[in-house]
Every structure is written in C-alpha cells, then in structure tokens.
C-alpha cells in the first residue's frame, strides 16, 4: 500500500530527526501503525514499535522512573522488545501515544538525548482529557495523515498512468474522449470504496462490495465506540455523528442544530464538534462572510457544513437502516442506475480531495433578503497557491444531472470580480469553457 506520506517520512528523517520527533496523528484507520513499521524496517537498522493499546506496567514504568538514567532505559527497552538499538541508526515508535500521556512528555528528553530518532502516531491526541495533565513537548512536529487519496487508491489497483492522464489532460484544458467513461467509472468506485487502506486493499483483491461495507461498518462501529470511549459529551458527539448523512442531503448541506433539538445552540454542541473534527473522523467546512484573501479571518465559525473525512464511510453510513448494503445496490451506484440523489457524496469526495491536497475548507453564503445580487451560495472557495495584487480566490461548485443553474456562481463573479480568479464548475461530462467559467469532470478535482 504505497503512500504519499512516506516521502514527508524520509524528508524528516534527513533534515529534522535530530531535533525533533514526527507526531502522526489522523482519524483511526487511515493506516498510520502500517507505514510508520513500515518506514521503520526499510530506513533503519532495527526500530522497536511500542503499542500503548498494549504495553504493559513493564514498559510503563519505564517512563516513571527511568528518565533520569536513560542508559537503564534503553538497556531494558531493548530486553523487553528483544530488539537491539543502534545509536542514529535505529527508530523507536510510540503507537497510540494518547493512550499513555506520560510517553508524549518523555519526548522532549529523549530528544535532547540525541541517540535514536523518535515517531509517535495517535489519534484524538489534541482533545483535551488527553493531554491536560502533561507538558506537551515542543520537540515534536506534527503531520496529519489522512484517507489514501485517488492516486493511492490506483496505485493499490496497479495503476500508475490514470492520475497523470487527467493531469495533463488538464493542463492542457482538452476533452478526455474515449478515456472519459473509464476513468469516470474508476473515480465512482473510490468514490464508494472510499480510501481506508484495509477496505481499499480488500476491493483491490476481491472486488467484492460487500465485503467491502462490512469492513467500512467495522469502522464506523470503531468510530461510536470511541465517542463512548473517550468523548467528552457522548449525547452530544452521537448525534452529531448520525445526523452527518441527513444534512448533507439538504439543498445547502449547512448544518442545523435545531434539527437535533430545539433551540440548541452552537456553545452546547462546540466540544462535540471540536472532538469529532479533531478525531479526524469528520472534516468542517466554514462559512466565510467575504471571498477574499484571509478566509480564515472572515469566518463565521457558526455556521458550517460538515463532511465525514472518508466517503465511502459515508456511503454506508447513510444507507445506515440496512446491516449490509448490498452488492446489487453498490452496482446500481456504479452505473448511475439507483434513483437517488448523490449529491451529498459528490460535494463530500471533493471536500475529501481539497483537504488532502492542502486546502482548508471554505464556503460562502449570503442570504440577503433586500438584494438580490448578493444572494448566494458557493459550495467552496480555495485560496491560490501564489498570492497576486488581485484574483486570488478560486469559487468551485458541484453540479449534478445535466440540467442545473448557475445564478450563483455567475453573481460571485461578477460582485468580486477583484478578488476572484478562475470560477469552476465540476459535473458530470467534459470540459468546457463558457462566458469566463471553466466546466471540469469531477475526477480533475484532484488537480486543484
């Protein structure tokens, strides 16, 4: 299972691991233990991994009372493990490092140490009850690993040519053709399949969906027994998790909290958004009050939509009344046979995309009742990778069918016609370009 985060792996093993350890953290699942054992038996002359789900009194106590005497330490962690340990050549991993806080405080003296290169993974490390009664390290560098993206997801199928097919198919703003239809079918089986590396490894060799939906319930099953694991405010954190499908299906997917209860207010829900966001199980989407530079600083941090960080959690977290989803059903998705609306997944695959690609997730929305002109709603808004004098923000909206408006997208242009840079329109055809709006198949998301 190749992925893209084993490059940032060797580039702190080269530049950084004297100073500082790598913090991995993401939603459980996307596949951190495996590279990072990985990245461990192909880069170092030996590396011992400590799982904390695990670990017991033998090992903890050595981060009780043998950090003043390190060379103890690392003599009995070796005995323990039966690995032995090669100074600057050997790699120790702290496995779900939230589960024991005292490790994560212990980097910063192990580091200073200077013998051995140091790489925790975990998952909710930020939430507070994890981390309140420990001195979080400054010698650690933090790298958010999330779902396998397209490309991976090829890469797991053998192929290596789709990706930098439609990259330059892109670049060079052409129709696809022939090649259109297959590789549209390919992007709707990740889409479905979603990127979670076990699944993706299943339906690699398999090609069975419903295996593939059992192991994606396993997951979202994962999810629910963390929130009533570790969540600070289970009611809460659990309704929001199950209502995630329902808003997404709405015309604007914003989401309304009144449609958990009446009269709820964002300051009781904060927490349970904050634990599922930081989790890395769900990804917000925030609504900025101004398309222009600084979306961040124009953020209405009340008003949001929110994805789930894996669609294809959310495929078969949505058709949640059935136990499995059927084989027949992920094959009517498939060929565009079922007569649902998937809007909710296409909006979702590019939040997906745009968040492994860098971008923070934006939207705007104005309701005004007064003006018309400034009524509008832009599903997202990305900030250009070089900043200019002028058009440095990119409106995207997802049209599904073949008959859809453009009110919206046509006022953004032309109100911010400053701050604005090249509108897109991904859908479901070819590529087009109409009145200065450039009209993309979904799968070129991944180009932006």
């Known amino acids: 299972m190749k992925r893209k985060i084993y490059t940032d792996l060797l580039y702190w093993k080269e530049n950084d691991?004297?100073?500082?350890?790598?913090?991995?953290d993401g939603a459980r699942r996307v596949g951190k233990s495996y590279i990072v054992e990985q990245f461990g038996k192909n880069e170092y002359r030996s590396y011992i991994l400590?799982?904390?789900?695990?670990?017991g009194d033998e090992v903890k106590n050595l981060f009780r009372h043998y950090l003043n005497d390190l060379d103890t330490f690392f003599l009995m962690l070796s005995i323990i493990y039966k690995k032995p340990l090669y100074e600057h050549d050997s790699l120790i991993i702290f496995d779900e490092v939230q589960l024991f806080p005292e490790a994560r405080a212990s980097i910063k003296y192990l580091v200073q140490d200077g013998r051995y290169d140091y790489i925790e993974t975990g998952?909710?490390?930020?939430?507070?009850?994890?981390?309140?009664?420990i001195q979080i390290p400054s010698e650690e560098r933090h790298i958010r690993m999330n779902p396998m993206d397209f490309e991976e997801f090829?890469?797991?199928?053998?192929?290596?040519?789709?990706?930098?097919?439609?990259?330059?198919?892109?670049?060079?703003?052409?129709?696809?053709?022939?090649?259109?239809?297959?590789?549209?079918?390919?992007?709707?089986?990740?889409?479905?399949?979603?990127?979670?590396?076990?699944v993706v490894k299943v339906f690699a060799e398999k090609k069975d969906f419903s295996k593939v939906d059992r192991l994606k319930r396993d997951i979202l099953t994962l999810y629910r027994n963390d929130i009533a694991k570790y969540g600070e405010d289970i009611a809460a954190t659990t309704a929001i998790f199950d209502e995630i499908p329902a808003q997404l299906q709405k015309h604007e997917r914003k989401f309304v909290l009144s449609d958990l209860e009446p009269g709820a207010r964002m300051r009781s829900y904060k927490d349970a958004f904050f634990w599922l966001a930081d989790s890395g199980v769900m990804t917000p989407c925030f609504?900025?009050?101004?398309?222009?530079?600084?979306?961040?600083?124009?953020?209405?941090?009340?008003?949001?939509?929110?994805?789930?960080?894996?669609?294809?959690l959310l495929l078969s977290h949505t058709f949640d009344e059935n136990s499995i989803v059927s084989e027949e059903i992920y094959q009517k998705i498939?060929?565009?046979?079922?007569?649902?609306?998937?809007g909710n997944l296409m909006e979702n695959i590019?939040?997906?995309?745009?968040t492994a690609n860098g971008h923070s997730l934006y939207f705007y929305s104005n309701p005004d009742r007064n003006d018309s002109e400034s009524r509008m709603e832009i599903d997202f808004l990305i900030t250009k990778k070089t900043i200019t004098n002028k058009h440095n923000i990119t409106p995207i909206e997802i049209k599904t069918g073949k008959n859809y408006t453009l009110s919206s997208l046509k006022k953004c242009k032309n109100k911010f016609k400053d701050q604005i840079d090249i509108p897109y329109v991904f859908h479901e055809g070819e590529y087009k370009e109409e009145d200065g709006i450039?009209?993309?198949?979904?799968?070129?998301?991944?180009?932006?």
């Open 17 to 24: 691991s004297r100073d500082c350890a790598l913090m991995i």
């Open 50 to 55: 400590i799982d904390f789900n695990r670990a």
């Open 123 to 133: 998952s909710l490390i930020s939430i507070k009850k994890n981390v309140k009664n």
């Open 154 to 198: 090829c890469w797991a199928l053998g192929d290596e040519q789709t990706v930098p097919c439609i990259k330059k198919f892109f670049q060079e703003r052409k129709q696809l053709g022939p090649l259109y239809r297959t590789i549209n079918t390919l992007f709707r089986q990740y889409m479905i399949v979603g990127g979670m590396p076990k």
């Open 287 to 312: 609504n900025t009050t101004e398309p222009s530079i600084g979306l961040k600083m124009n953020t209405k941090r009340t008003t949001m939509k929110c994805f789930m960080a894996d669609t294809g």
């Open 334 to 342: 498939m060929m565009d046979k079922l007569a649902v609306n998937f």
């Open 350 to 354: 590019v939040a997906q995309i745009l």
């Open 438 to 448: 450039v009209f993309l198949p979904l799968f070129m998301i991944i180009c932006l």
